[in-house]
Structures are given as C-alpha cells and as structure tokens.
C-alpha cells in the first residue's frame, strides 16, 4: 500500500499562488500513477491535474503538475488562484480501483 501525504495548503488571496507537495512512500508504485483531486463543500470530488497531462478546464494555464523522481513527489503549483478553487485537495495514487488517497490539505482563496 502506497501512503500519501499532502502538504502546502493554507489561506491565500485571490491572484495569489500556493505549490502542493504529495509525497509518496511504501511498496513498489509508479509515481506517474499519481495524479491530483479536490473537493469542494457540497460538491463532488473532481480530479484537477495528473501526469498524463491531464487538466480540469477551469485550471488549465494556472496550475502545473509535476514530479521528482528522486523525492517521489507530486507537486501542484497553483497561480492565479480564485475563490471557486476553495477545497480541500488531495493527491491519489490512480493504478488501481482501491489506490492510496491522502488526508488532504485545504486550500482556502478569498476574494
């Protein structure tokens, strides 16, 4: 079982920037598996951003995913963030249909 830990989250003002980190440790898994949700109040959980190049469209040109190999970590850089990006995100390891989720970190813009 792969364990997931999120960190970064916080409260930022809307136009502002915050970088998430997932970092990866436990049995054999491909870090490219990984790839980067998030769950608004009230809301379903969507999936934001993976390694395929994948990106929900309202993201698309502000956030970048990425990854080190070396630190088997999966990065969100989010720019320009707005108030609708309000959610807790979390990071999921999607090889599999019971892959590892992390205990989320929260992500917070006000207006």
């Known amino acids: 079982q792969v364990r997931l830990v999120e960190s970064g989250g916080g409260l930022v003002q809307a136009g502002g920037s915050l970088r998430l980190s997932c970092a990866a440790s436990?049995?054999?898994?491909?870090?490219?598996?990984i790839g980067w949700y998030r769950q608004a109040p009230g809301k379903q959980r969507e999936l934001v951003a993976d390694?395929?190049?994948y990106y929900l469209d309202s993201v698309k040109g502000r956030f970048t995913i990425s990854r080190d190999g070396a630190k088997n970590t999966v990065y969100l850089q989010m720019n320009s963030l707005k108030p609708e990006d309000t959610a807790v995100y979390y990071c999921?390891?999607?090889?599999?249909?019971?892959?590892?989720w992390g205990q989320g970190t929260q992500v917070t813009v006000s207006s």
């Open positions: 999921h390891d999607q090889s599999g249909p019971f892959g590892s």
């Open positions: 436990g049995r054999a898994f491909s870090i490219n598996a």
């Open positions: 390694l395929t190049s």
